[in-house]
């Protein structure tokens, strides 16, 4: 059967039994309805198996290596955690004289972009203790595994550019507070870029590891809110300053 009978078929369940004028062609208005239909629904059609059509698009997956956990923590938790960090010590995102529009604090180990090396830092403050037990649970690790954290507060209009992390740290996870972010994620393909997104809710926690981290970069496009989080990383074993 042709597409465009499928289709109609489909579409407009009046179509075989229109009004019809006494000549047997089919009235007017019932025409300007069918043509109607056929706009607004065509985009919807064409492309599309006859399955499809049957159900919305389903998203499509992301990465092997991402993971996503909505509600990892209590709203109260966010709320302490929130207090805790706007106390701390909070400076710019200094790269290579350049400051970006976020705060960070780094601990166990910072990164040197001058010296390209990860340093050690000062130790995790204790009421970080419970949420790296919850991160690593989530992550199949043990909670001391997890050696780098890093605190960043993102001001409204603030965001962060395509990166990978850097090499001297292996897996990732991300504890997002406040507000949601789009977390995007892109590959180099032959045609351009290949992309995925996931909206982060605050409370909720993702992990980086295997493809995603190693394969594909990420970023956070600018937002309206401010927005904190809290990133976990466990360290490549061989890539740490002595
Ligand atoms: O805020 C986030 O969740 C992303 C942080 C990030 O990509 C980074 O610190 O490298």
Redesign the pocket.
């Known amino acids: 059967m042709p597409a465009a009978l499928i289709f109609k078929r489909q579409f407009l369940p009046n179509y075989c039994d229109g009004h019809r004028n006494r000549d047997g062609s089919r009235a007017r208005f019932q025409a300007a309805r069918e043509r109607l239909l056929l706009e607004q629904a065509a985009p919807y059609f064409w492309g599309m198996s006859s399955q499809e059509t049957l159900f919305p698009e389903a998203a499509p997956a992301m990465p092997d290596g991402f993971r996503y956990q909505p509600a990892l923590i209590s709203p109260q938790e966010e709320r302490d955690l929130i207090e805790h960090l706007s106390r701390l010590p909070l400076k710019p995102f200094a790269f290579h004289g350049y400051q970006g529009n976020?705060n960070?604090k780094a601990f166990g180990y910072r990164y040197d972009y001058a010296r390209r090396r990860a340093e050690p830092a000062g130790d995790m403050p204790d009421f970080l203790v419970p949420l790296r037990r919850r991160i690593a649970q989530f992550a199949g690790r043990a909670p001391d595994d997890f050696v780098q954290v890093?605190a960043?507060e993102?001001p409204a209009g603030a965001g962060?550019g395509w990166?990978r992390?850097k090499p001297q740290f292996e897996e990732?996870v991300?504890?997002?507070l406040l507000s949601p972010?789009n977390?995007r994620l892109r590959k180099k393909v032959v045609a351009g870029w290949q992309r995925r997104s996931q909206r982060?809710e605050p409370r909720s926690a993702?992990l980086l590891s295997g493809i995603v981290r190693h394969d594909w970069e990420?970023?956070?496009p600018p937002q309206a809110a401010p927005?904190?989080?809290i990133?976990f990383r466990t360290l490549a074993a061989s890539k740490v300053a002595p």
């Open positions: 976020r960070v890093l960043t993102y962060i990166h992390d990732v991300g504890v997002s972010a977390f982060i993702y990420h970023s956070i927005r904190y989080s990133t």
